[in-house]
């Protein structure tokens, strides 16, 4: 599930005579010289933790209850580094993530079947981009699938015609994008990158999913293809995650991403849903291997807050939130 690629590139002269002479130029010298060590290589993982049932399809008194599936689909790569994408499609996220599900339910996924791991991570500093570096651009497209009769190797041969576009998708928008001229404004270059991230959503979430959905549904009670999410982070170090965040902060709520998280872990929740299914998935993005660590107590189906001790309230709409 993890692999590298370390590539890098001559920054125009151009660019370097003009560093200091504007604001964003004076802004990118002082935090060149905040970030002159070397950037840490580390290894980051999406941990697809736990899941909530909000309506279960096979809730009946004589049926077994859902079978959740997130099939994933990894991905790495650098702007304008020709060759540095990679795409992998993960055979094991094909395995039941959670089982017997019903309206309510909460249940903990165990690492077997959602922690992923990135290893050889390297938070990109200003200085290492003004010497030809890229940052690596690393996610996840993760679709929710209602388990029922369709064989998993048809399954797996659509999800890796998926792989296959995301892939043509990724090399097309993402290894051309030219970041040259962005090099004095931090700020810019993390809107360029925000924007090539909704170009890839744009361009190979949905056509992925249709054609997944009219592959399986040629076989009888065939698996139910949920909606999907789109993760897309970025590895830069501190100094440049302020910038990064909010070129970030307006995406389509299918869509998540920002720069990777250093101390604690990103938590967020991903809907999978259907006209007649709906699971809320609580997913953390994080450093290191182990992924994220809650208490081992199996959640109070009734407790929208476990793990924390707050108190749910009801909202005027009638929702049960938390503080």
Not at 87 to 102: H, M
Not at 253 to 272: H, Q
Request: aromatic share 8%; hydrophobic share 40%; glycine share 6%.
């Amino acid at each position: 599930m993890t692999s590298t690629a370390a590539t890098t590139t001559e920054t125009g002269q151009r660019n370097r005579r003009w560093v200091g002479r504007t604001p964003a130029g004076i802004a990118l010298v002082m935090l060149m010289v905040a970030t002159a060590c070397a950037p840490a290589v580390t290894t980051r993982y999406f941990d697809y933790h736990r899941v909530r049932v909000i309506d279960a399809q096979e809730n009946g008194f004589f049926e077994d209850g859902d079978e959740m599936i997130l099939a994933t689909i990894s991905f790495r790569t650098k702007p304008g580094i020709a060759g540095s994408t990679q795409v992998w499609f993960n055979n094991g996220s094909l395995d039941k993530a959670a089982t017997s599900l019903e309206d309510g339910d909460v249940k903990t996924i165990p690492n077997s079947k959602g922690l992923y791991v990135f290893d050889d991570v390297k938070a990109v500093t200003l200085a290492d981009i003004q010497a030809g570096e890229r940052p690596e651009l690393i996610g996840h497209i993760v679709i929710g699938i209602e388990n029922d009769h369709t064989p998993r190797d048809l399954v797996k041969d659509a999800l890796e015609d998926a792989r296959d576009q995301l892939r043509t998708e990724l090399v097309n928008i993402i290894e051309p994008l030219d970041l040259l001229e962005l090099l004095n404004d931090p700020a810019a270059l993390s809107d360029e990158l925000a924007a090539a991230a909704m170009r890839v959503e744009d361009a190979a979430v949905p056509d992925l999913l249709r054609k997944i959905e009219i592959f399986i549904s040629s076989f009888g009670n065939p698996d139910d293809i949920l909606s999907s999410n789109l993760l897309f982070f970025v590895a830069v170090d501190r100094s440049l995650a302020p910038f990064v965040e909010p070129a970030f902060a307006n995406l389509p709520p299918t869509m998540y991403g920002g720069a990777f998280p250093f101390d604690e872990p990103r938590k967020i929740d991903l809907t999978f849903e259907d006209h007649e299914t709906e699971y809320v998935v609580e997913t953390y993005i994080g450093d290191g291997d182990q992924g994220f660590s809650p208490p081992t107590t199996q959640p109070p189906i009734d407790d929208p807050c476990f793990p924390s001790t707050n108190q749910p309230f009801i909202s005027e709409d009638g929702i049960i939130q938390c503080p």
